[in-house]
């Protein structure tokens, strides 16, 4: 929920997304899949809120959450509800851009969220009183990093990290997901792998591929080392 980057390899979707958490929470369970009757929904589940930061479904479409706004806030004692549940109610619903549109966030910590789908991608900002929505670029890759955890400057190097990386690596699942779990990780504060002692861990780097009607959804333990990949069908005409 801290770090989240988008790319498209030739037609193949790669979205993925590293958890950084404070380790007096308890650790996700390994991805589930919930049937809904009308489709399915993918996703870990947070076991204190019962909500998630990442999830996807069978119909095409992704979520993947960020925490904060455009800028750090002022942390109130209590929020009316969980970001988590928000992300499990946005993939849960037919459109689940129409539903974060139409959400009422009152009283909701600030946040954003990426949305992929219909062929489209989307991120959404929640600065505590307003939402702000932008359609971003499929033909580009970009990489998002909380502001509740990594200042400016972190930000934007991060950025140019990313932008090495494209420059220098072939795109493609595996390259990405070494990314995510381990570039950088000699930084213990800002690394793409972080532990800021002992108190905020990168607790797990998870991915959802979409490539023609065929998608998966991998989740790697940072902490126990264990893993677990779901794969699932998409109906033609819903992906990219």
């Known amino acids: ?32 899949i919930e049937d ?44 009316r509800m969980s970001r988590g549940i928000i992300v499990r ?41 307003k939402k702000h929505f932008f359609n971003l670029d499929l033909r580009k890759a970009h990489i998002f990093s909380s502001v509740t955890l990594y200042d400016e400057k972190m930000r934007t ?12 690596h072939e795109i493609n699942e595996e390259n990405i997901f070494k990314f995510h779990a381990s570039y950088k990780s000699e930084n213990r504060n800002s690394g793409l792998v972080i532990n800021r002692e002992n108190k905020v861990k ?11 009607n065929q998608g998966k959804f991998t989740h790697l333990d940072m902490q126990t080392n264990e893993s677990k990949t779901i794969k699932f069908s998409i109906p033609d005409g819903e992906g990219i």
């Open 157 to 168: 190097d991060r950025e140019r990290w990313w932008e090495d990386f494209l420059k220098s």
């Open 89 to 129: 109610d946005t993939i849960s619903n037919k459109v689940p851009l129409n539903y974060i549109r139409e959400v009422d966030l009152n009283d909701i910590e600030p946040f954003q969220v990426i949305l992929f789908g219909m062929g489209r991608l989307d991120r959404m900002v929640w600065d505590g009183n």
């Open 202 to 212: 990168t607790y797990s780097v998870s991915q959802i591929i979409h490539h023609k």
């Open 1 to 32: 929920m801290c770090t989240v980057s988008f790319c498209i390899n030739r037609d193949e979707v790669i979205l993925t997304s590293n958890r950084d958490e404070k380790t007096i929470r308890p650790a996700s369970t390994m991805p589930i």
């Open 36 to 79: 809904l009757g009308d489709k399915i929904i993918i996703y870990p589940k947070d076991p204190q809120s019962g909500g998630t930061w990442i999830g996807c479904d069978d119909w095409g479409n992704c979520i993947i959450l960020l925490n904060g706004g455009f800028e750090m806030h002022q942390l109130r004692a209590k929020y």
